[in-house]
Structures are given as structure tokens and as C-alpha cells.
């Protein structure tokens, strides 16, 4: 995270207004997860910063990155190509438009957002951080609503998995005891509350259970 | 009441004494509840570091300089008391360029000036039929496989910023990058040499060891603000990680100490043996090279911060264009590196190493380097344009 350069704003935009100044921003978004990405992208075009690019393929990273020439680069904590984009400043005077990185040191607070979120920036030499507060922050609560999301799909996946298991389950109760589907289930869950385990758990039991007796 | 703390890695072997130290129960020892935390990058180790997100952390020698210069990045002095790693790296080209090189070669390839002078010819035969030139990963811009990489180039005549490309490479991507020619070779820690020659696709050159035969490799780094603070803690840590680093070597606990360190790194523990023995196998027939040099983590000589260490480090960042040549930032890179502390709470006495090169360094070409002229060190290289960035740009 961390440095923001000091230094004048870029001079070929300083003349505009600050609404269409944030508009002309390049933000390249280097994210190996499209869903994530589309997700940034799209808040981002919401917010009206129109010039925005995905990097989904980290082969020739920096090649990518100089084609787009991005004033604002944006990539996950998770993401290893960070320490290809370390490169960009050992060649300040080797190329047009050097990045330094971004979140002001003194500014602890928003780079405990962004480790937390799990995103880091990195900005155009030069450029002032007040231009890019609105967008670390609005990548800082996409990432977190991304995380969000998986961890609710994730629970759900796991639903799934256990409802698979206890209906399978089931059906070896129901053929082996003769019961019907609402007696099975019941048996499951009184001895679940027997053992004071969950039902899956009973579940996973009978079906090693009738894997041995087989 | 323990003291929780915070420790991030990357998981490579010479992670060791800080892995043993966590799980085999020695900072427990010493009343430490440490949080190992694994990371995918050398930025986030360093840059959590730096913000205090982590109390101590294992990182590459060069970077806990640069981070105390101000290199590249926002400046937050670091120290070293303990030494993690001496070598590791290997340098590895594909089969291709090693039957190029075989060819050209004019003497025993496995010697680094021979191998040296093979490539120099196949850069200037590419340059002279109009070829791409040859591009080699490496794995962060202040590292010794950057700098192993182009001592072993530069020793031939080569400028490693006109007559090659080099890369950073994150190490997971190493081996894909190999095999789809994006890259030409690389310069690597364990265990990826290893999975480059086992799939095929490479053939491991030279051990880092036979480009310079001691060099300190990663170090155990913390901000010099919170170990003033926190004197105490950070004598604890030491403490732990020294029995660490001699249960470490014992060479009887080999088997146990895999076993710790091959689920953190997420290999098979029959790799870390490999690894710590020093015995490779450099070809996809099996060929095996060995040198009890190819990585040090245990003892007094591995542990006890070496300022000469400190200051080929530097001079490894002056040589390639990383920074000015200045007596203060010479001063200050040495003074990252603290036996002080080390001889304070371990109770060592400072002498002579026991072992190693008599310049501390042994690199394989170029006169013997003087922690105190460091001028002389990168002039006798002639390189053409130093003092300026020049690390390859991609084009």
C-alpha cells in the first residue's frame, strides 16, 4: 500500500473541470477472478470513470500495463503478479509515465480498509490522492461485498453437499429398515439429538456404515 | 501471560528456523503465541511489515535494506538481528538454450565462467541475426537471484539491461513461463529449479553457491521502532529461533524437521530433505549434483548478521543502477544488519567466521570484495552507465 508521492497534479488535465477530470482516469483492474473484476468494473463505470480495463491474464503483465498506460492500477493483496508490478519502479526514467503506489502512510485508517479488503493501488506519479480516494474506496467495499458473496456461496455449495448427504442417507434407512422418507428423517434427527451431533454428521455415520456392510 | 505475535512468510525453505521455531514448540518456550502467516508475495511481506500489520517477518536480504534506504518505496528502517538463510537459488535454462550454450561452449559448462562466455556468444549470434533476445525471470527487483543473475552475465561482458531482458516473476509462474518460452531461464530458490528439471522443461545450470558462494539469502527483518520498544520480546524471539536453527541442523532430526516444513510450503517432505542436503537433480535423466554449499539454515555462521553481507548487498544495488553510491546510505545499509544484538542475547563473542570465502563473499569471477570500498567493487566492473535506474524495461 502505502506512498503517495508528492508532486503537482498532471498538468494535461488540471484545467478541467473535476467532475470530467475523474472521468478521463485510466484504471486498469489486474484480477485473475473475472467475477471480481466485472464486479469493480462495474461500480466504477456507475461511479463515471469510463476508462476502465481488466487484466485477467498475468503473462506479460507489465507489457499489458504499458499498452493500457493506466494512471490508476488497481490488484488483490492475493494476487503474487504484485511483485511483477514492483518492477514499474526501478524504470522511472525508462518510461513515459511512471506509478508509484498508493495510500497516503499517515493515512492508517484507509490502508487498514484496503489490507483488510484485500486490494492495493498503485498510482501515476504525480497524481494527487485526493483523485483517487473516491476509487480505493469504492474498490475497498466491492472487494468486501465480493468476499461477501463467496462466503454465502460457499455456505450455500456446503448446504447443498449436506443435503445430498442426508438424503442419501435416508434412502439406505428407508430401504434397509422399511420406513418412509418422514420416519427416516426423524430417526437421523433423534439421534442426532442423542449424540448432540448435527444430522449431516449421523448422516456421514450410516453412510460409512452401509459402505462396510456392503 | 504469552505475547501474541504476528510473523508473515513466504513459504520457501529457508523459512526453516522460523517454522521449526513456531511448530516444534520453541517459541512456545519462551512464553511467544506466534501467528505464522503465509503470503503469495515479497510486496505484501514487506509493505505489512512496514505498516506494523506483522511484528517480524521472513524476507529477502536486499529488500530489508532497501525498505531502510527508501529504495523504490516508502522509507521504514528495518533491522536484522538474526540471519535466516546463506544461498538457496539455482540458475535454470531451458533445454533449448542449454544445448545452445553446450554447443558454443569452450571448456567444463558447469564452470560459471565457461558458462558465462557460452551465453555471451549466443546473445551477440541473436543480436547478429536479428533474434529476440533472451529473457530470464526472476523473482523481485531487490533480490539475489536478480543480482546472481547478472554477476554470472556481467562476468562475460554482457550488460544485462541492453543484451538480455529479465523479468519479475512471481515463483509459482517460473515453470509455465519456462515451458511456454515466455522465459529462456531463471534464477529461483527451492523448490522450483526442482519442478522445472522434474517436468522436463529445464535443466538447473548453476547453483547459486557456484555464482557467489556465500551470500546471505533471507533474513528475519523487523522495524527498528518496535524492536527499541519492545526489547524483551524481540530477545525471546532470538532466543527461540537459535535453538530453532540448532535443532535445525542437527542432522538427526532431518525426518522431523521435513516434516514440519514440507506441509507449510505445501511440498512433500522428501523435497525439503533433497533441498537441505544439497543434492539436486539437474537434468531430466537424473543427474544429481551435490554441494554442501547449496543452502545453509542452521548455526552461529548461518545466524550472526554480517555487516559484509550488508554491504555486498548494497553494492549489488549501487552496481545495478538502484541507488547512488554514498558513504551515508553505505553506513545506514550496514547498520540494517545488527550482530550487536545478536552477540547481546545469544551471548556469542564476536570472532573470525569459521568457515567460507576470505572475502566473506566468494564470488566466482572479479577481485575480492572490500565492505570498504565499495567504489572500487563497482568500478572494476566497468559497467557503462551506472548510477542511474536501468533495470530492463519490457518492451
Known amino acids: 500500500m502505502v506512498q503517495t508521492r508528492k508532486g503537482s497534479d498532471l498538468p494535461t488535465q488540471g484545467a478541467l473541470p473535476a467532475d470530467q477530470r475523474d472521468a478521463a482516469l485510466r484504471i486498469a483492474i489486474v484480477d485473475e477472478s473475472s467475477v471480481r473484476a466485472a464486479i469493480l468494473e462495474d461500480g466504477l463505470r456507475e461511479a463515471g470513470f469510463t476508462q476502465v480495463e481488466r487484466i485477467g491474464e498475468t503473462r506479460n503483465l507489465l507489457t499489458r500495463i504499458y499498452a493500457l498506460d493506466p494512471d490508476v492500477i488497481l490488484i488483490g493483496l492475493e494476487n503474487p503478479s504484485r511483485d511483477v508490478l514492483e518492477q514499474m519502479f526501478q524504470m522511472s526514467r525508462a518510461v513515459k509515465r511512471p506509478v508509484a503506489m498508493f495510500v497516503d502512510q499517515s493515512d492508517s485508517a484507509s490502508i487498514q480498509a484496503a489490507v483488510d479488503a484485500g486490494v492495493s493501488a498503485y498510482i501515476v506519479d504525480g497524481l494527487k490522492k485526493e483523485r483517487v480516494t473516491s476509487i480505493l474506496d469504492l474498490c475497498i467495499s466491492r472487494f468486501n461485498a465480493f468476499a461477501r458473496l463467496q462466503s454465502e456461496l460457499d455456505h450455500a455449495k456446503d448446504a447443498l453437499e449436506e443435503r445430498k448427504v442426508i438424503d442419501r442417507a435416508k434412502g439406505f434407512l428407508m430401504k434397509a429398515k422399511k420406513l418412509t422418507e418422514e420416519q427416516a428423517y426423524a430417526l437421523l434427527r433423534k439421534t442426532a439429538m442423542n449424540e448432540n451431533k448435527k444430522i449431516v454428521e449421523i448422516a456421514e455415520s450410516v453412510l460409512t456404515a452401509a459402505e462396510l456392510l456392503k | ?395
Open chain 2, 1 to 395: 501471560m504469552s505475547e501474541r505475535l504476528r510473523i508473515g512468510y513466504i513459504p520457501l525453505v529457508d523459512a526453516t528456523t522460523l517454522l521449526v521455531a513456531v511448530d516444534q514448540g520453541f517459541a512456545a518456550a519462551q512464553g511467544l503465541d506466534i501467528e505464522l502467516v503465509r503470503e503469495v508475495s515479497w510486496s505484501n511481506v514487506r509493505d505489512k511489515l512496514n505498516i506494523g500489520l506483522f511484528d517480524a517477518a521472513h524476507l529477502l536480504s536486499p529488500v530489508a535494506i532497501a525498505s531502510s534506504l527508501g529504495l523504490g518505496h516508502v522509507r521504514v528502517p528495518l533491522i536484522v538481528p538474526f540471519n535466516l538463510g546463506i544461498n538457496g537459488n539455482a540458475i535454470t535454462v531451458s533445454t533449448d538454450l542449454f544445448a545452445v550454450l553446450s554447443d558454443v561452449s569452450d571448456g567444463d559448462i558447469t564452470d560459471p565462467k565457461v558458462s558465462s562466455r557460452a551465453l555471451a556468444r549466443v546473445v551477440a549470434e541473436r543480436k547478429k541475426r536479428g533474434a529476440e533476445p533472451l529473457t530470464f525471470g526472476m523473482t523481485f527487483p531487490f533480490s539475489n537471484h536478480n543480482y546472481q543473475l547478472r554477476f554470472w552475465m556481467a562476468a562475460a561482458g554482457l550488460d544485462p539491461d541492453e543484451d538480455v531482458r529479465l523479468v519479475v516473476l512471481p515463483p509459482p509462474y517460473m515453470v509455465e513461463s519456462l515451458a511456454s518460452g515466455h522465459v529462456d531461464g531463471f534464477c529461483v530458490g527451492a523448490p522450483w529449479n526442482s519442478v522445472a528439471v522434474d517436468s522436463g522443461i529445464g535443466r538447473i545450470l548453476h547453483f547459486g553457491c557456484e555464482i557467489t558462494e556465500h551470500v546471505s539469502e533471507k533474513v528475519f527483518a523487523l522495524r527498528e521502532k518496535w524492536a527499541g520498544e519492545n526489547p524483551n520480546i524481540l530477545a525471546a524471539l532470538m532466543r527461540a529461533l537459535a535453538r530453532a536453527s540448532e535443532f535445525a541442523k542437527d542432522a538427526n532430526n532431518l525426518s522431523t524437521v521435513a516434516n514440519i516444513v514440507a506441509p507449510r510450503l505445501g511440498v512433500v517432505s522428501e523435497l525439503v530433505v533433497r533441498t537441505l542436503t544439497g543434492s539436486l537433480k539437474i537434468d531430466a535423466d537424473g543427474a544429481v549434483r551435490h554441494s554442501e554449499n547449496y543452502i545453509a539454515i542452521g548455526g552461529r555462521d548461518v545466524n550472526r548478521p554480517d555487516a559484509v553481507q550488508a554491504a555486498w548487498a548494497y553494492a549489488q544495488i549501487v552496481r545495478w543502477g538502484q541507488a547512488p553510491l554514498s558513504q551515508d546510505l553505505c553506513a545506514r545499509a550496514q547498520n540494517v544488519f545488527r550482530p550487536g544484538i545478536y552477540d547481546a542475547v545469544l551471548g556469542s563473542t564476536i570472532e573470525p567466521r569459521l568457515t567460507g570465502p576470505r572475502d566473506g563473499i566468494g564470488a566466482f569471477s572479479g577481485p575480492d570484495f572490500d565492505a570498504h570500498d565499495i567504489a572500487g567493487h563497482v568500478s572494476a566492473w566497468q559497467t557503462k552507465r551506472a548510477y542511474r535506474p536501468r533495470l530492463s524495461v519490457v518492451r
